[in-house]
């Protein structure tokens, strides 16, 4: 006999008014195979709609109103692709115009002139006239009349679904069906002491009124019950994992500080290390001593030192008798790290490569045999490295920069090339918001960098409109007069490429005319390998005055002379990557400067991006705008790392309570490593779902 599906397991056409037509559209548009998906498909928002509006009192200010009236006319206007419909919607104090340009054919059957109607959206003026356009329209009767009453929750749909009478009313109809069963078969996840330590509400009761809400108050609580809930178990997953790695997984101890760290640091230092770069020395010092694997993130502004810190940790392990490797996403990146170790380390008795894809083929065999036996103490590269050909003798410790660009199972094969795993120390110069630390590195632990070395003046940033171009001319000239040097970036967008190369093609023939008398080069990702490595050299001598570019100059280009950058079209750049361009001047004791120019027409957030950007040099300060600016999803191309799948936290806003879920996390580990104590036997059953759904969250390094 064949075993009955689980309810939440049962496919969606036999949910009451789906049917197959549309579940196979809300399988498509929105995953909803189950009633499982639609009952953790959760509102984006919800509305008032105890309200209704007269008429005559409609206003164009006005966010969402709900009127109550009947249909006068309705006429369907132009040919096939051009139609529209319109609606004259009228009460006791007026008539208002109802507008559809798709959905027509549905929605034209739906609706009869002389029937009364309740109508809900965004009112607007066109020549004198209010309008809504695309409203939400059920028809006037006890069943939608209850329907409406109180907070409605809002849910995302699209225009294909909303063609097939799926529109967000349509979605809480479904869930008015689905939502009192299914929340029956719902069972606790959290044991009863976190619940009444938190004072959660029953995940039934949170689940039902997260969907058909009773008032304001049961929708705070069920939201915050739900949050948690998803937060806690994401936080106790990531948490557990690096405990049971930090248990199983036995690391290299490097208990000496010899004659490599000694006499660099007392003898070959350029610098005197700031306090935040002492702290974290220190910090992983004591990491690669406990005997099991380092796996720490190394946070760091642009130009806060943080190669000069990981080349001390290196340092270390060749003093305990390990070779280390230095592993970059770029070419140009991977260059610039060997050249800044091989000036560090010009007058010290330590051997250091570099392998990236330009590498000869004869250069690299050589290569590979000194790192076979023990001979290359220090290897750069790009993801060359970790081609099975690449053996080393004994690879100790595993630098990775600007680690979120790749892949999982890429990152992993490094820490295979060594029978015990080498320390991991992770590098980034984006800075990442607090929140998306924990989520996305909960499982490391983390260094921050959070001074500058001392003699750096803050760069200025100035936001200028284009029609100032020739204002900003003169002063790039002047500083190129004082000796200095200038880059001018141009957005190269994959989508606009073809339009894109031809700006920056257009904008470096008028630089070179508005600079008689200067050198004047260009870069851009089309350009050879070897070609751009001249350019870069030439530039680097002092040999070119002005530099225009693509973003290829966004990280691993230092050129401390450079004191000026001029970034075109400011308004189509992302934050993070704003911040990125700026830290490629201020790199000296010269003052530097950043000049974002945008056309005048700019739009909200390119405004508020370009605010941030002249407000504030902190780069924690932007990634923490930039999170609520964008979401969490593209601010490290974090998409590779499948932990962002979040139902109904926001990271953007729910860091609060993310805080208080590890908290509570660390507290149950701390008291049950193995999570074998009868109170926690639920947590535990629930780890191993979400396990088998998610897979391994904890793989980051």
């Known amino acids: 006999m064949e075993k009955p599906v689980p309810f939440l397991d049962t496919p969606i056409t036999y949910l009451k008014g789906v049917g197959p037509q549309r579940s196979e559209l809300l399988k498509k548009e929105l995953n909803i195979h189950t009633f499982r998906d639609l009952l953790y498909f959760f509102p984006f928002r919800y509305v008032d709609r105890t309200r209704f509006y007269k008429i005559k009192e409609v206003n164009a200010d006005m966010p969402y109103i709900q009127l109550c009236g009947k249909i006068v006319t309705l006429e369907i206007i132009g040919q096939k692709r051009k139609q529209r419909m319109v609606v004259d919607l009228e009460d006791d104090t007026g008539r208002i115009e109802l507008i559809w340009f798709q959905g027509i054919k549905w929605m034209s059957k739906k609706l009869r002139p002389g029937t009364e109607y309740i109508v809900f959206g965004k009112p607007s003026i066109f020549n004198g006239r209010y309008s809504i356009s695309h409203?939400?329209?059920?028809?006037?009767?006890?069943?939608?009349?209850?329907?409406?009453?109180?907070?409605?929750?809002?849910?995302?749909?699209?225009?294909?679904?909303?063609?097939?009478?799926?529109?967000?009313?349509?979605?809480?109809?479904?869930?008015?069906?689905?939502?009192?069963?299914?929340?029956?078969?719902?069972?606790?996840?959290?044991?009863?002491?976190?619940?009444?330590?938190?004072?959660?509400?029953?995940?039934?009761?949170?689940?039902?009124?997260?969907?058909?809400?009773?008032?304001?108050?049961?929708?705070?609580?069920?939201?915050?019950?739900?949050?948690?809930?998803?937060?806690?178990?994401?936080?106790?997953?990531?948490?557990?994992?690096?405990?049971?790695?930090?248990?199983t997984v036995k690391g290299l101890n490097f208990s000496k500080v010899d004659r490599y760290f000694n006499e660099f640091y007392t003898t070959y230092l350029p610098f005197p290390l700031t306090d935040a770069q002492k702290r974290v020395v220190k910090e992983i010092r004591q990491d690669m001593g406990r005997g099991i694997q380092m796996n720490r993130l190394l946070q760091g502004d642009v130009g806060s030192g943080k190669t000069l810190v990981a080349l001390l940790c290196m340092l270390i392990a060749l003093d305990n008798?390990?070779?280390?490797?230095?592993?970059?996403?770029?070419?140009?990146?991977?260059?610039?790290?060997?050249?800044?170790?091989?000036?560090?380390?010009?007058?010290?008795?330590?051997?250091?490569?570099?392998?990236?894809?330009?590498?000869?083929?004869?250069?690299?065999?050589?290569?590979?045999?000194?790192?076979?036996?023990?001979?290359?103490?220090?290897?750069?590269?790009?993801?060359?490295?970790?081609?099975?050909?690449?053996?080393?003798?004994?690879?100790?410790?595993?630098?990775?920069?600007?680690?979120?660009?790749?892949?999982?199972?890429?990152?992993?094969?490094?820490?295979?090339?060594?029978?015990m795993p080498p320390h991991v120390l992770v590098m980034t110069a984006t800075p990442i918001p607090r929140t998306l630390a924990m989520t996305l590195y909960g499982d490391l632990d983390v260094s921050v960098i959070d001074q500058m070395p001392p003699g750096r003046k803050p760069i200025q940033t100035n936001h200028r409109y284009d029609t100032k171009r020739s204002e900003v001319y003169a002063f790039i000239k002047k500083e190129i007069d004082s000796g200095r040097q200038a880059y001018i970036i141009y957005p190269l967008i994959e989508e606009s490429a073809k339009m894109d190369f031809e700006n920056l093609m257009n904008g470096f023939e008028e630089i070179r005319k508005a600079f008689p008398g200067h050198v004047v080069a260009m870069m851009h990702g089309k350009i050879k390998f070897a070609e751009r490595e001249k350019v870069m050299q030439a530039f680097a001598k002092g040999e070119i005055h002005i530099l225009v570019a693509t973003t290829v100059i966004e990280v691993g280009v230092n050129v401390p002379n450079a004191s000026i950058i001029l970034i075109e079209s400011t308004q189509r750049f992302g934050l993070s990557q704003l911040h990125q361009l700026r830290g490629r001047v201020g790199r000296s004791s010269y003052q530097s400067y950043c000049i974002l120019m945008t056309p005048y027409e700019l739009g909200a957030d390119a405004r508020a991006r370009v605010e941030i950007m002249v407000r504030t040099n902190d780069g924690f300060e932007i990634s923490e705008e930039d999170l609520r600016l964008r979401g969490p999803g593209d601010i490290t191309g974090t998409q590779q790392s499948g932990i962002l799948d979040l139902k109904i936290a926001e990271l953007a806003k729910d860091g609060q309570i993310l805080q208080q879920a590890r908290i509570i996390a660390t507290e149950i580990l701390d008291e049950d490593k193995g999570m074998v104590m009868e109170k926690n036997r639920l947590l535990a059953e629930e780890l191993k779902k979400l396990d088998k759904e998610k897979g391994d969250w904890s793989r980051i390094s």
């Open 135 to 247: 409203p939400s329209v059920e028809e006037k009767n006890d069943e939608n009349m209850q329907l409406i009453k109180g907070l409605q929750p809002v849910y995302n749909t699209t225009e294909l679904l909303k063609v097939a009478g799926v529109d967000s009313t349509g979605l809480l109809k479904m869930q008015r069906a689905l939502v009192p069963k299914a929340v029956e078969q719902l069972s606790e996840t959290l044991p009863s002491y976190v619940i009444e330590k938190m004072r959660l509400m029953s995940r039934r009761e949170a689940m039902r009124n997260i969907h058909l809400p009773l008032n304001g108050d049961t929708l705070q609580k069920a939201s915050y019950r739900l949050k948690f809930e998803e937060l806690f178990f994401l936080q106790l997953s990531l948490l557990r994992n690096k405990i049971g790695r930090e248990t």
């Open 321 to 419: 008798g390990y070779q280390c490797c230095l592993m970059a996403p770029t070419e140009i990146l991977a260059i610039q790290h060997f050249a800044t170790l091989k000036e560090f380390l010009k007058d010290m008795p330590v051997t250091v490569s570099l392998i990236t894809g330009s590498t000869k083929k004869a250069e690299r065999k050589v290569t590979h045999e000194l790192l076979e036996q023990g001979q290359m103490q220090i290897i750069v590269g790009t993801h060359a490295l970790i081609e099975d050909k690449v053996k080393f003798k004994n690879l100790g410790l595993v630098v990775i920069d600007e680690q979120h660009r790749f892949g999982v199972a890429q990152r992993a094969k490094l820490w295979q090339k060594n029978e």
